[in-house]
Every structure is written in structure tokens, then in C-alpha cells.
């Protein structure tokens, strides 16, 4: 049962949802960027161990990037979480984590294609973060 506190917030789910984002944040922002780096960093190396990887085994060109890795890493996590035989709450905090990294990657990826374009083109290209 959900219940609900003197302003309305449902109290076991939003606490749940803040606590799962509180802890993705602290991990991905401070634990391990302390760590290994900025995690972006981290992705654009392994990309380039997949695609020497995959292109060795597989005789073909495979670019990837650090944004695939970090989609890949929450497809491992999402498989991870149908096959627990039990719940263990730090797989879905883990793939919080890494939905935040894949938009980071995103983001930078748009923001240097758009300063791309820009120099290309010679165009005023918007490359706000309200635009991306």
C-alpha cells in the first residue's frame, strides 16, 4: 500500500525512486569518478577494446563509442535483473547510473557534432543544453 504524506507524495515510491537516483548520482558522480576518471573517459576506452574485439573475431568493421558502451551496459544490467533469482536493489541503481552516463555521452556526442556543423557549414548553430 502506498502512502502518502501531509503534502501528497506518494511516500514508498518516491523515496524509493530518490533514494535509487541519490545513490546512482553519488556512485557515478564522486565514488568512482574518484576512482577511474570521468566515466565517458572510461567508455571511449572500452569502445575501442569491443571494436578491436569484435572486429578481430568477426572480420568486420564495428565503430563504437562510449555512448554504446554505456547502452550496452544497461542492456547487461537489464539482463542481469530478469535473471536474479533474487531482487538486489544495486542492479537497478547501476543501470540509473548508466542511463545518466549514456545521456552524457549523448550530449557531448550532439554538442561536438553541432560545433562540427557549425565550422562546416559557417552557420550560428544553437549548442545550448535546452536545444540538445
Not at 16 to 30: G, H, N, Y
Request: proline share 2%.
Amino acid at each position: 500500500m502506498i502512502t502518502t504524506t501531509e503534502t501528497g507524495r506518494a511516500n514508498s515510491i518516491i523515496t524509493q525512486r530518490e533514494r535509487c537516483l541519490d545513490e546512482a548520482r553519488k556512485i557515478v558522480c564522486s565514488d568512482r569518478n574518484e576512482q577511474y576518471g570521468e566515466p565517458e573517459n572510461n567508455f571511449d576506452v572500452i569502445s575501442e577494446y569491443w571494436a578491436a574485439y569484435l572486429n578481430s573475431k568477426y572480420k568486420v568493421g564495428v565503430p563504437l563509442d562510449s555512448g554504446d558502451v554505456a547502452h550496452m551496459m544497461v542492456l547487461f544490467k537489464m539482463g542481469r535483473i530478469t535473471t536474479a533469482k533474487a531482487y538486489k536493489e544495486d542492479n537497478y541503481i547501476d543501470l540509473a547510473g548508466y542511463a545518466a552516463c549514456a545521456m552524457e555521452c549523448a550530449t557531448n556526442k550532439a554538442k561536438t557534432l553541432r560545433e562540427i556543423n557549425r565550422k562546416i557549414i559557417g552557420e550560428s548553430v544553437d549548442i545550448s543544453s535546452k536545444n540538445m
